[in-house]
């Protein structure tokens, strides 16, 4: 298990479960009601230095490692999945920075992750499955280049300053350039109002006629793919992490509600079936917080991780519906009802489903590493 080893890991942990429970969590339920977070949000998260979680020092970040990270938005996401999100797209996008990006853009971009949020954007309207499909593209003009296109359903589009950017440098071949809103040319488009992790903005940002240096593209010329498949790796292990949240916030409601109810003149607790509806949870989430730390164990190990991280996404997605449709099935009533949290639980998992991968997808990326053993 990633248990934090050292004293700082352990106070960091600490800090995140305090200002998870002080500020984090009491914003869960208005966050989902209002689709947004509140004014200010960002700013405290920032203040509190969670941006730089996973930001090496030298770029003055706190340089906590993959196993740390996944736990700080595990222990996050119990509280509020949105906001551990929120911070997974930071994250892999910072992390695909500091694998592909030159020294000096490193330089140029790393500090401010600090305190301006980052995103990496690959899906467009023609599909988010077939990144072949798209239609951005980047045009070598003498020693920069000419990007136009428009990304959707981008996690922190609207809300992040700097965006990845999948983009055509031929007919058939990827690569990965950074932008800047401040640079001319970008402009924010359409915010989805997606069902669920309505905390976590998610929207289109667009293209026309931004010129970058050479510098600004990450790794080689045609690394696009590659880049994209690092990016997907990195944030199935955080949504891994986030999924087991909120199967730990489900077993908590759970449990809590099966102790004081009555059925008849017994507690639910002591009903067979809500045994095997807790049991079914309690395994379910502790199946997947296995996955995703194994996986950001061979990370941290600098040993192959990808198929680990797609279980621990695909996995964990499709079981952390599953409990929390039995949690909501416990409350029964009050579980159906959006005075409680329950609900949103479920809508929350099943973007997970989808962002980073489609289970489908997952499960062929799965399927064909097993044959290649
Ligand atoms: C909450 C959320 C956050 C997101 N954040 C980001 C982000 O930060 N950056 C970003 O770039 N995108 C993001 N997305 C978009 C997401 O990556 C895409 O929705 C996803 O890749 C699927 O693309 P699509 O919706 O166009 O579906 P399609 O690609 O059109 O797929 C439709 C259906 O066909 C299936 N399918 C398609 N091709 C295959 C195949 N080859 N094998 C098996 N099944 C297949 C899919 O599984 C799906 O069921 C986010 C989406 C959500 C919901």
Redesign the pocket.
């Known amino acids: 298990m990633p248990s934090p080893t050292s004293a700082a890991e352990k106070l960091l942990l600490q800090m995140v479960d305090d200002y998870t429970e002080r500020e984090i969590s009491p914003e869960d339920m208005p966050m989902d009601a209002a689709g947004d977070f509140p004014a200010g949000f960002i700013q405290k998260l920032t203040d509190t230095g969670f941006l730089g979680l996973m930001l090496p020092q030298e770029f003055g970040g706190a340089g906590f490692g993959p196993e740390v990270t996944a736990a700080a938005l595990n222990h996050i996401a119990r509280g509020n999945a949105s906001t551990a999100v929120t911070l997974e797209?930071h994250f892999k996008t910072i992390d695909q920075i500091l694998k592909f990006g030159t020294p000096a853009l490193q330089q140029e971009l790393l500090p401010s992750a600090n305190d301006r949020i980052f995103?990496?954007?690959?899906?467009e309207a023609s599909?988010?499955?077939?990144p072949m499909g798209i239609g951005s593209t980047a045009t070598r003009e003498g020693d920069h280049w000419v990007l136009n296109g428009d990304?959707i359903?981008?996690?922190n589009g609207g809300l992040a300053q700097v965006y990845c950017v999948l983009v055509k440098t031929a007919p058939h071949e990827l690569s990965v350039f950074v932008v800047d809103q401040d640079m001319p040319g970008f402009s924010f488009g359409k915010r989805e109002d997606?069902i669920g992790?309505r905390g976590?903005p998610?929207g289109e940002i667009v293209m026309d006629h931004i010129i970058v240096d050479n510098d600004h593209l990450l790794g080689k010329v045609g690394d696009g793919g590659r880049i994209g498949d690092s990016a997907h790796d990195d944030a199935r292990i955080l949504m891994g992490a986030v999924l087991t949240g909120i199967m730990e916030h489900d077993l908590k409601i759970a449990t809590d509600y099966a102790k004081e109810r009555k059925a008849g003149d017994q507690p639910l607790t002591a009903l067979q079936v809500t045994h095997r509806k807790v049991a079914d949870i309690a395994m379910r989430k502790e199946t997947t917080k296995l996955l995703f730390e194994k996986a950001a164990q061979l990370k941290a190990n600098g040993q192959p991780y990808s198929e680990e991280a797609a279980m621990a996404k695909a996995y964990g997605s499709r079981v952390a519906v599953a409990a929390g449709d039995d949690t909501l099935q416990i409350l029964a009533g009050y579980g159906y009802s959006r005075e409680y949290p329950v609900e949103h639980l479920i809508r929350d998992a099943r973007?997970m489903e989808?962002?980073?991968?489609?289970?489908?997808?997952m499960r062929?990326a799965i399927a064909t590493a097993e044959f290649n053993k």
């Open positions: 797209g995103a990496f954007s690959m899906t599909g988010g499955s077939n990304k359903m981008i996690t997606f992790l976590t998610v973007a989808i962002a980073e991968g489609t289970v489908e997808k062929s």
